[in-house]
């Protein structure tokens, strides 16, 4: 099990947008703003695209946005496209002595 | 820029050893963390290790405590993964990664990846 909480699975049309959640405790998400997306093709190595909750590396499309709230933080993706299905992963600091703790993955369908 | 190859991995026995290595370059890797992260078949990521810049900090994930070794070579720009005591559940895609900054606890450059499978 894994230590934040993200939906197993999200489905969008393309032009539409969607939002995925990542939930955790006041030990990371809610307590630090360190809070990171990632996003993987199958196949391939995750790819940074959000960081720090809600900055975006160099070349990462601005389709890609990110907040938080609480325990809970969310990447949004607005005008969805084909090429945005993947696998989406949070990660965050955490004091506990793993020191980053990752959601269990949503896999993102564009139907 | 950033480069990370890992390799070692393979097939190995339950109850076996395999060392995996990172070769790094396009930075300065004196001056990074880096992290071992793997990655189960169809499952998510789980963080491993990291070492700190000098190899003065270690931190292990509790699932490979006391089986797993991590260290570095400055000189080498290498990253190192000593695995004994080898379980099913330690089968996985081990990627070595580099943090965004030199001790940040977000992941900016992984590697390709090296299987490991540890089955009978």
């Known amino acids: 099990q894994s230590a934040l909480t993200q939906p197993a699975s999200v489905s969008g049309s393309p032009g539409q947008s969607i939002t995925i959640s990542c939930t955790g405790t006041s030990s990371d998400v809610g307590g630090y703003n360190y809070v990171s997306w990632y996003q993987q093709h199958p196949g391939k190595a995750p790819k940074l695209i959000i960081y720090?909750?809600?900055k975006r590396p160099s070349g990462v499309s601005n389709r890609f946005s990110g907040s938080k709230s609480g325990n809970t933080a969310s990447l949004t993706i607005s005008g969805l496209q084909a090429e945005d299905e993947a696998d989406f992963y949070c990660?965050?600091?955490?004091?506990?002595?793993?020191?980053?703790?990752f959601g269990g993955g949503t896999k993102l369908t564009v139907v | 820029q950033v480069q990370l190859v890992e390799s070692g991995g393979g097939l190995v026995k339950p109850g076996g050893s395999l060392r995996l290595s990172c070769a790094a370059s396009g930075f300065t890797f004196s001056d990074y963390y880096i992290y071992w992260i793997r990655q189960a078949p169809g499952k998510g990521l789980e963080w491993v290790s990291y070492i700190s810049s000098s190899s003065s900090t270690i931190s292990y994930a509790d699932s490979v405590k006391g089986r797993f070794t991590i260290s570095r070579d400055n000189a080498k720009n290498s990253l190192y993964l000593e695995m004994n005591s080898l379980r099913a559940e330690d089968t996985a895609v081990y990627y070595c990664a580099r943090p965004l900054a030199t001790s940040s606890s977000t992941v900016d450059s992984w590697g390709q990846g090296t299987l490991v499978t540890v089955s009978s």
């Open positions: 720090d909750v809600n």
């Open positions: 990660g965050s600091y955490t004091t506990r002595s793993t020191f980053v703790v």
